[in-house]
T-cell receptor, first 115, second 112 residues
């Protein structure tokens, strides 16, 4: 059973298009995240939701809009895609937000290529 | 906010040698320091973590040390094997906060 699953795994699209990435976790976790990994492998947090509530919103263009319909799902919608949006987007979940530490369980990643 | 620096960015060792990766953090309130391993084309996975009330932790061939005064922590891998080749990320998290800040990663290559 896949703990954190994301779709699609690969996404190739033209500049200016709108696209979505979906994420689901079956671990019963309350907290979910979106991380962006660029070509230099830097892992940077974008958003975090705890039980459907947005708790972290980093300095991300408002073209990026997360949505959590329930605590097991966290989707990412990107409007007006730009070349710089090309990256691997990782969804993750953890059992606790704070103050208890919690291992991050990552999905397999969604490689977005904007042409 | 927290800033985590990681060195070196690349590291090549011979099989059987030891590898050391170092990280520094800026927020003295940080109290949780995990290390993640990411193999090529795969997801990052937790390999070991340490909390601020502990100075050292060991799990078979890997160990992590923490110096709270100097605000740095290190990953030590002994008797390296080819399957240790991967990108390793350190991270830090402040108590009461939810955000895990990652270092810039170290590409470890273990050569035969």
């Amino acid at each position: 059973d896949t703990a954190v699953s994301q779709t699609p795994k690969y996404l190739v699209t033209q500049m200016g298009n709108d696209k979505s990435i979906k994420c689901e976790q079956n671990l019963g976790h309350d907290t979910m995240y979106w991380y962006k990994q660029d070509s230099k492998k830097f892992l940077k947090i974008m958003f975090s939701y705890n039980n459907k509530e947005l708790i972290i919103n980093e300095t991300v263009p408002n073209r990026f809009s997360p949505k959590s319909p329930d605590k097991a799902h966290l989707n990412l919608h990107i409007n007006s895609l730009e070349l710089g949006d090309s990256a691997v987007y990782f969804c993750a979940s953890s059992s606790h937000p704070a103050p208890v530490t919690g291992e991050l369980f990552f999905g397999e990643g969604s490689r977005l290529t904007v042409l | 906010g927290e800033n985590v620096e990681q060195h070196p960015s690349t590291l090549s060792v011979q099989e059987g040698d030891s590898a050391v990766i170092k990280c520094t953090y800026s927020d003295s309130a940080s109290n949780y320091f995990p290390w993640y391993k990411q193999e090529l084309g795969k997801r990052p996975q937790l390999i070991i973590d340490i909390r601020s009330n502990v100075g050292e932790k060991k799990d078979q061939r890997i160990a992590v040390t923490l110096n709270k005064t100097a605000k740095h922590f290190s990953l030590h891998i002994t008797e390296t094997q080819p399957e240790d080749s991967a990108v390793y990320f350190c991270a830090a998290k402040a108590g009461g906060g939810n955000k895990l800040t990652f270092g810039t990663g170290t590409q470890l290559k273990v050569e035969l």
